[in-house]
């Protein structure tokens, strides 16, 4: 079973950050229209688990206009 940290952090660097880069935009400004600092970025990419904070999660889907709940779902397809 993957570890559901885990599985959020992979969600959003790979379908959010990643897409992010490839235009050329950088790491700090993905943070700041986000909400949260970069070095949660960093912790989020990071291959060390992050216990991501429902806080942080829910900063970062306010700012892609999707809810919670919306979230739970796509990371579970």
Not at 25 to 45: D, L, M, P, Y
Request: glycine content about 2%; proline content about 3%; charged content about 30%.
């Amino acid at each position: 079973m993957t570890d559901i940290n885990e599985k959020i952090c992979l969600y959003i660097t790979k379908k959010w950050l990643i897409p992010w880069l490839q235009e050329g935009k950088s790491q700090n400004s993905f943070a700041k229209n986000h909400g949260v600092e970069e070095s949660t970025i960093r912790k989020i990419k990071s291959e060390e688990t992050y216990r991501i904070p429902v806080e942080t999660l829910f900063r970062i889907c306010e700012a892609r206009k999707i809810s919670l709940s919306d979230f739970f779902k796509l990371i579970n397809e």
